[in-house]
């Protein structure tokens, strides 16, 4: 179940009951807010954010592509090169298909290389977090050439037409600490949870599959078993590999 949307400024009134109906949820005012701290989503001039009781960090989650515009790249300059690698090289840009959206980290990492994506993220919550902070990016010409869309890979695979590359980072199985490693991550989890999403990622994995595209791409933590044993490479960093299937 979605949890309600805070707000608590009469300005944000309408927006609030907008996108609470958009998110299938109800409006109300931080007034109305009483007793223990519960998951809630709020909205302010900030944009909208996504809070948690339970979860490590105290801040709320928000999506925010500003403070980490430049810092993104640098800091993943490495993932970029695994990345470029398992892609490939291409004389044109691809037209990519990216089945988990998460934080749209490795969907911006597409878009930097000049690459056409689809993105598929199947929380709402999520979703929603991702599209405010696309509208408040002060960098909105990267986001020209993508297509985020709310919905489960598995439903979307079978329209899924034309793509080079299909891309696939399921979320580690909750149990391994890793998962807990970012607190983005916990947060994510968190929000799965409360959505009551659970991930089957064997089975999306196989459904994936059948898309028609030249090549399918999984990221993966180092030590994990592939999903299948037809890989027909893998390009490996410290903690991460992606296998690619032609
Ligand atoms: C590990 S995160 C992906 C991180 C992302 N690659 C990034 O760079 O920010 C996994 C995300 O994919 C979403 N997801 C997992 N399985 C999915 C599926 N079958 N369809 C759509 N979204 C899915 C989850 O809700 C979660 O937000």
Redesign the pocket.
């Known amino acids: 179940m979605i949890p309600p949307l805070v707000f608590s400024q009469t300005i944000h009134n309408e927006l609030a009951r907008e996108v609470a109906r958009n998110l299938g949820t109800t409006a109300i005012t931080s007034e109305q807010l009483v007793g223990q701290p519960q998951p809630h989503l709020n909205l302010s001039e900030e944009g909208l954010s996504f809070f948690h009781p339970e979860a490590r960090s105290k801040n709320k989650f928000q999506i925010d592509f500003n403070s980490g515009s430049t810092g993104w790249r640098i800091k993943r300059a490495d993932h970029e090169k695994l990345i470029k690698k398992a892609l490939g090289k291409s004389d044109h840009s691809l037209n990519i298909l990216?089945?988990?959206?998460?934080?749209?980290?490795?969907?911006?990492?597409f878009l930097s290389l000049g690459h056409q994506v689809t993105a598929?993220?199947?929380?709402k919550i999520?979703f929603h977090l991702l599209q405010d902070g696309i509208s408040r990016s002060k960098d909105q010409h990267i986001f020209k050439k993508l297509d985020l869309l709310n919905?489960?890979?598995?439903s979307?695979a079978a329209q899924a037409k034309n793509f080079d590359v299909i891309?696939f980072?399921?979320?580690?199985p909750s149990t391994k600490k890793k998962a807990l490693s970012s607190g983005q991550?916990e947060y994510?989890s968190k929000?799965?949870e409360i959505e009551s999403?659970e991930?089957n990622?064997i089975k999306?994995f196989e459904v994936l599959q059948l898309i028609p595209a030249r090549k399918m791409v999984v990221?993966r933590p180092i030590k994990a078993e592939p999903f299948s044993l037809q890989t027909n490479y893998q390009v490996s960093g410290k903690t991460t590999r992606f296998d690619v299937y032609l």
């Open positions: 990216d089945c988990t959206a998460g934080m749209l980290q490795d969907t911006l990492l598929l993220e199947q929380s999520l919905t489960k890979a598995s979307y891309y980072d399921p979320m580690y991550l994510i929000i799965l999403l991930n990622s999306d990221k």
